[in-house]
């Protein structure tokens, strides 16, 4: 089974900082994904990582629904990329998931959306990870250890200024998560 802390090759640096939040049920994952969406500046580039079914996609669709964006937000499992247009600029959501080799990343041309212009989220990571882009902030979604509770874990850390100050506004806004 996939396991979340040992796959990114190569190892992502250490954290600038870092927040870790219960989410109960899934409109805890929802009213998160409202809260974190807007403080997503063009440029930033966010990995969502955690087993199938921990709550990725639903995150990135409350994301994409608190901008404004009306229709359905599917996995991109099959399609690799799903390109959305909200708040002036591009929103691309990746599923690397079907990789078998980290290279299909770059034979599939996928470097030219992570621009100045877009956000890029980017679920399975470590599916191309040396190509994929480095991450502002990485989301490690876990299912809690004793597996008769519901509900997830979450664990935002930020890797460069720009994900600091994002996570920093987003622990302004959580009652109890500031540091
Ligand atoms: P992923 O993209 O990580 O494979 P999905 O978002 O497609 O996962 O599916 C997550 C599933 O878990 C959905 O059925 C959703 O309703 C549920 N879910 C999402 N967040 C939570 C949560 N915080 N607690 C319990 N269930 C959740
Ligand atoms: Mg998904």
Redesign the pocket.
């Known amino acids: 089974m996939h396991s979340p802390n040992h796959s990114l090759s190569p190892p992502l640096s250490s954290p600038l900082s870092s927040l870790t939040l219960a989410?109960?049920?899934?409109a805890?994952?929802v009213a998160l994904g409202g809260r974190l969406a807007p403080l997503l500046d063009a440029g930033t580039v966010v990995w969502?990582d955690?087993?199938?079914?921990?709550?990725?996609?639903?995150?990135v669709r409350a994301m994409l629904r608190q901008l404004g964006h009306h229709g359905p937000v599917k996995?991109p499992t099959y399609t690799l990329v799903e390109v959305y247009v909200v708040s002036s600029i591009y929103w691309y959501h990746f599923d690397f998931y079907r990789f078998n080799d980290t290279e299909e990343f770059v034979d599939a041309g996928l470097g030219e959306y992570f621009r100045n212009d877009s956000v890029c989220l980017v679920?399975w990571p470590e599916k191309a990870a040396g190509h994929v882009p480095p991450a502002d902030l990485v989301l490690v979604?876990r299912f809690p250890k004793n597996h008769h509770h519901?509900?997830?874990v979450l664990e935002l850390s930020a890797h460069t200024e720009r994900g600091q100050s994002c996570l920093n506004t987003l622990k302004s806004l959580i009652p109890g998560a500031a540091a």
């Open positions: 989410l109960p049920d899934e805890a994952t969502l955690g087993d199938l079914g921990a709550g990725k996609t639903t995150l996995s679920e979604f519901s509900g997830r």
